[in-house]
């Protein structure tokens, strides 16, 4: 299995990108996708999550209004677009699968049930 993340860059204060993050490999028709990122100094952070089938998703409080993952099934991608970026946004923002459906949304924010991850995109707001 590998994840591809891309389209991180350097963006200014209010502005939008949208990461992408290209699956291969994975052939179960259960599991997650979620999106992570982590900061200098910082725990990796939950950002959202969508199921592969069902397109449910689910968000961290604070970047609900401003993210929203989606996901292409027949290119086999997920996405993350950001708007409204501020500098505390700046990190490298990684991309994760969770086999299987996971049960809760307390499941869905702990990066130990993402079995495999990407390489990482490094995203910087500048003000």
């Known amino acids: 299995v590998q994840l591809q993340a891309s389209g991180g860059g350097l963006v200014q204060v209010g502005g939008s990108l949208r990461l992408s993050c290209e699956a291969s490999?994975?052939?179960?028709?259960?599991?997650?996708m979620g999106w992570f990122r982590q900061a200098p100094g910082t725990e990796r952070e939950f950002l959202a999550t969508i199921s592969w089938n069902g397109g449910s998703t689910y968000y961290a409080d604070f970047v609900k209004g401003r993210f929203t993952i989606s996901r292409d099934k027949a290119k086999n991608t997920v996405y993350l677009q950001m708007n409204t970026l501020k500098p505390e946004d700046t990190a490298v923002y990684y991309c994760?699968?969770?086999?299987?459906?996971?049960?809760?949304?307390?499941?869905?924010?702990?990066?130990?049930?993402?079995?495999?991850w990407g390489q990482g995109t490094q995203v910087t707001v500048s003000s």
């Open positions: 994760a699968a969770a086999m299987g459906s996971l049960v809760s949304n307390r499941a869905r924010m702990s990066r130990y049930n993402y079995k495999y």
């Open positions: 490999g994975l052939t179960s028709r259960s599991y997650e």
